[in-house]
């Protein structure tokens, strides 16, 4: 009777793993939510444990500890929406830039919050430039007092920096990174403007403005110019909204439902997981049962200490990096901050974060608003940050992933083109889960075989039997 190879187990396995990863990607929209509801079940397990020895009820237990989970992270979520929209809304007029009517603004900040509260109602216009000249207030600062509108009687509750045209109020009326960069490049002076115009003479300029061209082809550019094209172009766009609108409600419902369906899959996990502990082992072959719930307690604990420790390593470089920035003016850095602890998670992602930052402090730091030991300081928090990653990623998530780094960017790579950011997330703890299933099936049954085929093979002419070895080239011997 043949026998079976030891590889065969371990291909068709693995084989079924690989369908089981297509439909899962697939069918995403629905895997997602329920994904995300065994991640959440597993995160609160052992405090439902803890729980369900004092009210001696498993599924009271998962409702409390769900319900509480779920309040914090609504609470949390509602009152750093209106930091965040402020920190964005800031961001967005630095960009833009803010203007006065009347003042002619350079590339220069006007700060004038030394000299004006920007939150003042009912203001006395001379009162404030008297007491600016006596403090002897640059010109920037007196020409904008000088420019000060009288309160609004209709308004009451209009304030000095609404009067002023500061959009934010920040106390500083910015010109704009746009305006800035656009002056910059043109002054051969600054650092920026020479730069531009070293690129300019090198030739990459024109390849990027022909590189334009050539995406759209002359015959368009001519009927949209002619105006030939109007009504079409028009219809197009429509047509264009109309889709992006019908993928937004789309979007805005798939998140509403999976926002709904995760808790709900999370009490059911939660609730279910002793009788899966129970029966599960009715399931394995009794030959193999002792090494499947081995194997199976293996992965279930690397998953659960990576993802609950991964996150607590996130928390707390994401706030220390938040509040450092914001400590130290950076425009929009509590949201940044926020951002690099989120993109934390995915191990190499929190530098896209970091990079916008940096363009932000130069921007800044050009337009003279801070100095050399500010900009030190913001790359500063950053390394800070990285540096307690590096401290407490091997303390709190410590070696149970055990991959090297090659094998964690391709994991990252692979996940990433399969499935975007949600493979991005998933890729470290599969990439973990199928080390272990080559540690303990592939690789032995592999090398079981490869030692099976070398005895098969090693025969020695000492030990062959003498009828199987062959005749001397003279003939026998006499």
Not at 68 to 85: N, R, Y
Not at 224 to 249: K, N, P, Q, V
Request: aromatic share 8%.
């Amino acid at each position: 009777m043949p026998t079976r190879s030891p590889l065969v187990a371990p291909i068709v396995g693995t084989v079924g793993v690989a369908l089981a990863l297509t439909l899962m990607w697939w069918l995403s929209g629905v895997f997602v939510p329920l994904g995300l509801g065994l991640l959440v079940a597993f995160l609160v397990a052992p405090a439902v444990e803890r729980l369900q020895r004092l009210v001696r009820s498993r599924s009271v237990a998962a409702a409390v500890i769900l319900v509480g989970a779920f309040a914090a992270a609504a609470i949390g979520v509602t009152a750093s929406i209106p930091v965040l929209v402020g920190e964005a809304r800031h961001l967005r007029h630095a960009i833009t830039g803010e203007t006065v009517r009347g003042i002619r603004l350079g590339t220069e900040t006007i700060d004038y919050r030394d000299w004006a509260d920007p939150d003042g109602i009912g203001w006395d216009k001379a009162a404030l430039l008297t007491q600016a000249k006596d403090r002897q207030a640059p010109k920037g600062v007196l020409l904008l007092l000088g420019a000060l509108p009288a309160p609004d009687k209709d308004d009451p509750e209009q304030t000095l920096a609404d009067a002023l045209g500061d959009l934010d109020g920040d106390g500083r009326i910015d010109p704009g990174y746009v305006k800035r960069i656009r002056v910059w490049a043109a002054d051969r002076s600054s650092w920026l403007g020479n730069a531009w115009h070293s690129l300019d003479r090198s030739g990459v300029v024109r390849e990027a403005e022909r590189a334009w061209r050539k995406s759209m082809s002359r015959d368009q550019i001519r009927k949209i110019l002619s105006g030939s094209e109007t009504l079409s172009t028009a219809s197009d766009y429509g047509w264009r909204l109309l889709e992006s609108l019908g993928d937004l409600f789309s979007t805005a419902f798939s998140v509403a439902l999976g926002v709904v369906l995760v808790p709900v899959y999370a009490f059911f996990f939660l609730s279910a997981m002793p009788r899966w502990r129970e029966r599960l082992p009715e399931y394995l072959p009794l030959r193999h049962r002792e090494k499947g719930l081995r194997i199976l307690r293996k992965i279930l604990r690397v998953i659960a200490g990576f993802v609950r420790g991964r996150l607590v390593v996130c928390s707390i470089v994401g706030l220390v990096t938040a509040i450092g920035w914001a400590a130290m003016d950076v425009r929009a850095g509590f949201l940044f901050g926020l951002l690099v602890g989120l993109l934390t998670v995915i191990p190499f992602a929190n530098v896209l974060a970091f990079v916008p930052v940096v363009l932000v402090a130069l921007l800044d730091f050009g337009a003279g608003l801070h100095g050399v030991g500010w900009l030190v300081g913001v790359v500063a928090v950053y390394v800070l940050g990285q540096a307690l990653e590096s401290v407490l990623n091997p303390i709190i998530v410590g070696d149970a992933v055990q991959i090297d780094v090659v094998t964690l960017i391709v994991a990252l790579l692979i996940g990433g083109s399969l499935a975007g950011f949600f493979g991005l997330l998933v890729a470290v703890p599969v990439a973990a889960t199928l080390r272990i299933l080559a540690d303990e099936l592939a690789l032995p049954a592999w090398r079981a075989w490869a030692a099976d085929g070398a005895v098969a093979v090693e025969v020695t002419p000492d030990a062959a039997p003498a009828e199987h070895l062959p005749e001397s080239p003279e003939g026998p011997s006499a």
